[in-house]
């Protein structure tokens, strides 16, 4: 079975520049997350999506995140414009909503803002 | 108070000792429950689900306790290889099928040679 796919692995850019990551899901995983992760601390959800609609975005700073998860599959989490303190480890997962069924990370997608 | 919370450690151990983590949560209504394992610069992986009479699988016992609202992870004959952090999940579940996991800060393990 297919893991989580995120791409790209890595970036670096400036501060107030934008950036982009892309999350593919296991397939049949109605359930999408996208976590943030600081070095030391555990992932924050920062959006949860179920197929399509969106079930919790409280903790995403809208005024410079966005996500999209067109069609229930594939995801898009968009920073513009970045901060330094945006640099984090971004993590997606996928799990199916049934109770006992854990989640499933991909290998996150590594950000620096200088 | 936070939703999940674990002590971040870290906890430096001699291999072959024995290790317990807990992970205490606020919400009573929460319905699932895991414990992770994240390797440095790696993602999260389940180490186990927990289960309300209690699992073991091989040197890993996790136990839930309802009534105190606290999950457990023992390690026993503890391996270098077990250095790790060991993030603590709450799921809970809606009556809608919505889904919402809730991770603690992660304890983080050192196991000394």
């Known amino acids: 079975e297919a893991g989580v796919a995120q791409s790209p692995r890595y970036k670096i850019i400036e501060k107030k520049q934008s950036v982009a990551f892309w999350c593919n899901p296991i397939?049949?995983?109605?359930?999408l997350y996208w976590y943030q992760q600081i070095l030391g601390q555990g992932p924050k959800l920062l959006i949860q999506?179920?197929?399509?609609?969106?079930?919790?975005d409280s903790q995403l700073p809208k005024d410079r995140f966005s996500a999209e998860r067109l069609k229930g599959v594939d995801s898009t989490l968009k920073i513009q414009p970045a901060k330094l303190e945006d640099s984090a480890v971004y993590l997606c997962?996928?799990?199916?909503?049934?109770?006992?069924?854990?989640?499933?990370f991909g290998q996150g997608t590594r950000l620096t803002v200088v | 108070r936070k939703e999940v919370e674990q002590d971040p450690g870290p906890f430096n151990v001699p291999e072959g000792a024995t290790v317990a983590f807990n992970c205490t949560y606020s919400?009573?209504?929460?319905?699932?429950f895991f414990w992770y394992r994240q390797d440095c610069r790696k993602e999260p992986k389940l180490l186990m689900s927990?289960?309300?009479s209690g699992n073991e699988d091989g040197r890993f016992t996790a136990q839930l306790n309802r009534a105190s609202q606290y999950i457990s992870l023992l390690i026993r004959d503890s391996k270098l290889s077990d250095s790790a952090t060991y993030l603590c999940?709450?799921?809970?579940?809606?009556?809608?099928?919505?889904?919402?996991?809730?991770f603690g800060t992660g304890t983080r393990l050192t196991i000394i040679p």
């Open positions: 397939s049949g995983h109605a359930t």
């Open positions: 919400n009573s209504a929460s319905q699932s």
């Open positions: 927990v289960y309300s």
């Open positions: 999506f179920q197929n399509n609609g969106v079930v919790d």
């Open positions: 999940v709450v799921k809970e579940l809606s009556n809608f099928g919505n889904e919402k996991l809730t």
């Open positions: 997962a996928s799990s199916s909503a049934r109770e006992n069924t854990e989640a499933f």
